[in-house]
């Protein structure tokens, strides 16, 4: 019996290996349906997430696509408004222009380059005659002060100088007096004189009442009365000169003594008008056929009638001078032209 039990257990024994194994395998298959299925509600939850994420994504575009019309909109607006604002600055300035054209009358004569614009003006008044010369400085190099032959101490005539810078206009510029050093003529410059940025001498602040006036780095007029040379540095010279006294201040009378204000003289006087714009004049005297001269108070009411802003008399008498395209243009007290130390010239 024992035999025949045996037999039958190795009989059936690998059927019975067979039944386990297959049953394992349905274990491990349903340990991989199940792991399968945490897996596709993974991929779900993560598409769902991505689906989200793209909806966000499409909304921030949205947003960015917003923000750049109004952006874009608004820069159109900006961009409008700059070019009216140009176009009204440039209409105010034409209406501007015409003003001080109609209160200077017709030019005699007249250069435009990309340099410079300079206009040229008869002055004709009661008791005494001139020149004036209105200047647009495009460029504020155009705008020299010129040592006499490129030199301290020499002396040289406006229409000299100009013609040796090939000037198209110049005027005498600051004060000056001469004496002798070793035996020769000496032509000392008064108060301060700046070339190219520079003090071409030591600051010089004798007697204290001495203006310094010019162009600044821009091409605009300035000037003070210095104490120090940090009072002309501040003001960003490219070039200037020295004299007495400043006639206009914002488009006011300065108070000046009354022994300069009504004596009458030749003038050289040099300022500006609101829009910047550059006025020389010159007045003959001393010549009671042709034109006594002027006292400054008397011009003082003239350059306000030409409503001038800022006004500054540079040396006058037997140095005033006015040269333009090639010919000096009033007629000097002195018969003559006087030499003077410095002079300003406009390239062309």
């Known amino acids: 019996m024992l035999k025949i039990n045996m037999i039958l257990f190795y009989l059936v024994a690998p059927f019975l290996a067979l039944f386990l194994i297959s049953s394992n395998f349905v274990d491990d298959s349903k340990l991989l349906n199940i792991e399968a299925q945490s897996l596709s509600d993974e991929i779900s939850e993560l598409h769902e997430e991505t689906n989200n994420l793209a909806e966000k994504i499409s909304e921030i575009g949205m947003i960015i696509e917003n923000h750049e019309e109004v952006f874009n909109s608004q820069s159109q607006k900006l961009t409008n408004l700059s070019e009216l604002s140009v176009s009204q600055k440039k209409l105010s300035n034409d209406i501007y ?32 005659r001139g020149y004036i010369a209105k200047v647009k400085l495009f460029d ?4 020299k002060v010129i040592l006499a032959k490129n030199t301290l101490g020499e002396l040289e005539t406006t229409s000299s100088a100009a013609k040796r810078e090939n000037a198209m206009l110049a005027i005498n510029g600051g ?14 410059l008064i108060g301060n004189t700046v070339i190219d940025g520079k003090l071409v001498e030591p600051f010089n602040g004798y007697p204290g009442n001495l203006f310094f006036t ?11 009365i210095p104490q120090s040379e940090s009072d002309i540095s501040n003001l960003n010279p490219s070039q200037g000169v020295s004299f007495i ?11 000046i003594p009354k022994k300069w204000k009504e004596t009458r003289h030749p003038r050289t006087i040099i300022g500006k008008y609101a829009n910047d714009d550059l006025i020389m004049i010159v007045v003959d005297g001393r010549q009671g056929n042709w034109s006594h001269g002027v006292s400054l108070e008397r011009l003082q009411d003239k350059l306000l009638e030409l409503g001038v802003k800022e006004a500054y008399n540079l040396d006058g008498g037997g140095s005033t001078g006015m040269y333009y395209n090639g010919k000096v243009l009033n007629r000097p007290s002195d018969g003559r ?9 406009i390239l062309p």
Do not use: C, W
């Open 97 to 128: 222009e015409r003003k001080i054209l109609d209160m200077l009358g017709p030019a005699i004569e007249a250069h435009i380059s990309d340099r410079t614009e300079i206009k040229i003006f008869k002055l004709n008044e009661l008791g005494y």
């Open 214 to 224: 010019g162009i600044n780095k821009k091409g605009e007029v300035v000037g003070n």
């Open 140 to 143: 504020a190099e155009a705008f």
């Open 175 to 188: 004060g000056f007096y001469t004496e002798i050093r070793n035996g020769k003529k000496y032509a000392q």
């Open 245 to 255: 006294p400043v006639l206009l201040k914002d488009s006011k009378k300065v108070i």
């Open 337 to 345: 032209q006087r030499p003077v130390a410095n002079n300003i010239v």
